[in-house]
């Protein structure tokens, strides 16, 4: 599964995650993620990066494609 098929997926449960005033915001783009899978779930991440580029964080969440939500564990 691909972080693009993902973000289709929660269009409904989570409209606002994948948006790109969110992910600019935290200085990431859908290419900045990496999708790993989790038992029945998928594990994705992305670096957050601040105006000069630091990583400052990270976004981490569990897509559940049984329900189409994101979780955070």
């Known amino acids: 599964m691909t972080i693009y098929e993902i973000k289709r997926r929660v269009e409904e449960t989570s409209p606002y995650f994948f948006t790109t005033k969110s992910l600019k ?38 897509f559940n494609p049984a329900t189409n939500e994101l979780d955070r564990s």
């Open 25 to 62: 915001f935290f200085g990431q783009t859908l290419r900045s993620f990496s999708v790993c899978k989790a038992g029945e779930r998928f594990f994705i991440s992305a670096p957050m990066r601040d105006s000069s580029g630091k990583v400052v964080g990270r976004t981490e969440r569990f």
